[in-house]
């Protein structure tokens, strides 16, 4: 189970340099939020160290956690060359520190590495596919599907994989409720089903996914 490519270092090593040459770090306390959800922003983020969670708040006004910035990912790409608003927040869960890049400043580093807009534009794809497949996995889906789509990108993000192909997930249930937009207490019931099919085992602030391949959804079919 392996992510999409979204980070600086996966871009070739001329651009990946250049942009960090470039950034400016900033360090944040954990609860600070570094970008707010509707606010424009001139500045490309990219996750150094850290927790940060990547949360979109809903119109009850309770956040749904899309899942935690990986190491080095861009984040804001977008929004920022567009100039409109972002469509989620990133919060520090711990003490974190991020690169900033100024809009001119990415576009000049694109000009003079021209190799480097081929990495994005795949970034970007694998955003707009990520994009799909939430809305789809988390409208009018039932409560067991969205439980399992939440471990799975969660997971695919953020999980610690093993050689034996478990996968290891520093999440608390507080977190998955957050993730798959439900009570604490009705998400802790499916993951204990989930733990009793031996599909997952919990653990404190940690989920192993012993079987990635058992949280796999299938798409809807429009009747």
């Given at each position: 189970?392996?992510?999409?490519?979204?980070?600086?270092?996966?871009?070739p090593?001329?651009?990946?340099?250049?942009?960090?040459?470039?950034?400016?770090?900033?360090?944040?306390?954990?609860g600070?939020?570094?970008?707010?959800?509707?606010?424009?922003?001139?500045?490309?983020?990219?996750g150094?160290?850290?927790?940060?969670?990547v949360?979109?708040?809903?119109?009850?006004?309770?956040?749904?956690?899309?899942?935690?910035?990986?190491?080095?990912?861009?984040?804001?790409?977008?929004?920022?060359?567009?100039?409109?608003?972002?469509?989620?927040s990133?919060?520090?869960?711990s003490a974190?520190?991020?690169?900033?890049?100024?809009?001119s400043?990415?576009?000049?580093?694109?000009?003079?590495?021209?190799?480097?807009?081929?990495?994005?534009?795949?970034?970007?794809?694998?955003?707009?596919?990520?994009?799909?497949?939430?809305?789809?996995?988390?409208?009018?889906?039932p409560?067991p599907?969205?439980?399992?789509?939440a471990?799975?990108r969660?997971?695919?993000?953020?999980?610690?994989p093993?050689?034996?192909?478990?996968?290891?997930?520093?999440?608390?249930q507080?977190?998955?409720?957050?993730?798959?937009?439900a009570?604490?207490?009705?998400?802790?019931?499916?993951?204990?089903?989930?733990?009793?099919a031996g599909?997952?085992?919990?653990?404190?602030?940690?989920?192993?996914?012993?079987q990635?391949?058992?949280?796999?959804?299938?798409?809807?079919?429009?009747?």
């Open positions: 189970m392996s992510g999409p490519p979204t980070c600086i270092h996966q871009l090593s001329a651009v990946a340099q250049a942009l960090q040459k470039a950034g400016k770090l900033k360090h944040w306390r954990k600070q939020t570094v970008v707010r959800q509707g606010q424009t922003s001139a500045e490309i983020v990219v150094l160290q850290g927790s940060l969670s949360d979109l708040a809903g119109p009850s006004g309770a956040d749904t956690l899309i899942r935690f910035l990986s190491e080095g990912e861009l984040v804001g790409i977008a929004t920022v060359l567009a100039g409109t608003p972002a469509p989620t990133i919060v520090a869960q974190a520190q991020t690169l900033h890049i100024e809009r400043t990415f576009i000049q580093v694109l000009s003079d590495h021209p190799e480097g807009a081929i990495g994005i534009i795949v970034l970007l794809s694998h955003r707009m596919v990520e994009l799909f497949n939430f809305i789809e996995m988390t409208s009018h889906r409560l599907e969205r439980v399992r789509y471990l799975r969660l997971a695919l993000h953020n999980g610690r093993s050689a034996q192909g478990q996968v290891t997930l520093a999440v608390t507080s977190d998955m409720a957050k993730a798959a937009s009570s604490r207490q009705r998400v802790h019931l499916e993951l204990q089903k989930l733990q009793r599909v997952i085992s919990l653990g404190y602030g940690l989920i192993t996914v012993h990635p391949e058992a949280l796999e959804t299938q798409p809807q079919r429009q009747r």
